[in-house]
């Protein structure tokens, strides 16, 4: 099956009693057994659930992936994942991370035993650079939030692979339909379904994707004994939302192109971050990598103040953390989104007091692209 008949249908089936063609709300917590050791396949809901079983079902597939597993939030995600690896470990890291997931690695995980470097991972010599006898992990987000920084991840699989290193990339800003890190070589997919594969701002959740049977059995047993799982009815949310997810990422998509073109060349914008713009550094790559530039821009405006007034001067897009929805968010990323990384690891990468990231809906495009002009017009 192609993608938008996967998105409908894979992981779905009738429901056997009723034959209801939607996924029900399996909103228990135990299972009645006939007999005592004899189970229908189902014993506690924190362990496994319908509901979320076919939801699980669904992203793997959406992934090319073989199994998932779903998680009360994106970061309960990233806490799993890192917990497949012991003290003494060292992880290659992204540098341009999401901020939640620094505060995550270096205020909580570090206490543990593991060592993170943060490096440039869209330049494979970097993080060549920055491998250890002990490297044992690296964990990759392309494109980066916010500078929408892109690794090439055919090389950086190839790379792992040939050093007995796992990876990891998270695809939240692509989505399935965009990017597929697992056909690249890359070991396991994590989401923030929170963002566009759920697409309303209504649910909190998270995924992990694999195709490696000995991992996802660890997987399996580190999200029953931690416990961190969504409930029935956010799965049942979030799976009436991937649906549409081709058709939404398309809109964003497109939104995303027009209002570049519709700035391009205003001088009140001293850089456009987006992988369809050819000025993109790695453009080549991301049209050889990805099949779509998703629906986020971040915008150079030149100073704090700037920023401030843009933010403040957007009447269709609200200013409001996370991304992803139907509905055009602005984010000022140093005083919101990546507030606890330290400022001279932001001024490695690029993230200034001047940088805005617009999460683009999928609104009218007219609207839109008028919404950014006037905003950047009081600049």
Known sequence: MKFA???????????????????????TSTYSNDKLGETKGFDYGRTINPTRSALENNLAALENGKYGFCFSSGM????????LFSPGDHVICTNNVYGGTYRLFEQIISNYGLEFTYVDTSDINQTKKAL?????????????NPMLNITDLKALSEFAKSKNILTCTDNTF????????????????????????????????G??????????????????????????FDCWLVMRSTKTLAQRM???????????????????????????????????????????????????????????????????????????????LVCHPVSMTHGSVPKELRDKFGLTDGLVRLSVGIEDTDDLTDDVGKALSML
């Open 5 to 27: 008949t996967k998105q409908i249908h894979a992981g779905q089936h009738p429901e056997e009693t009723t034959g209801a063609v939607i996924t029900p709300i399996f909103q």
């Open 76 to 83: 309960a995600a990233v806490q799993s994942v890192i917990t």
């Open 132 to 144: 250890k006898d002990n490297t044992r992990f690296i964990y990759v987000e392309t494109p980066t």
């Open 174 to 205: 692509m989505s399935p339909y965009f990017q597929n890190p697992l056909d690249l070589g890359i070991d396991i997919v994590l989401h923030s379904t929170t963002k566009y594969i759920n697409g309303h701002s209504d649910v909190i959740g």
């Open 207 to 232: 995924c992990l994707v694999t195709s490696d049977d000995k991992i996802a059995e660890k997987l399996k047993f580190i999200q029953n004994s931690a416990g961190a799982v969504p409930s029935p």
């Open 250 to 328: 398309k809109a964003h998509n497109e939104n995303a192109l027009a209002i570049c073109s519709s700035i391009e060349g205003n001088k009140k914008v001293k850089k456009i971050y987006y992988p369809g713009v050819s000025s993109h550094p790695q453009y080549e790559l991301s049209k050889k990598q990805m099949r779509g530039s998703g629906g986020i821009i971040s915008l150079e405006l030149g100073s704090y103040d700037n920023a401030v007034i843009f933010c403040n001067s957007l009447e269709i897009f609200q200013i409001a953390e996370s991304l992803g929805g139907v509905e055009s």
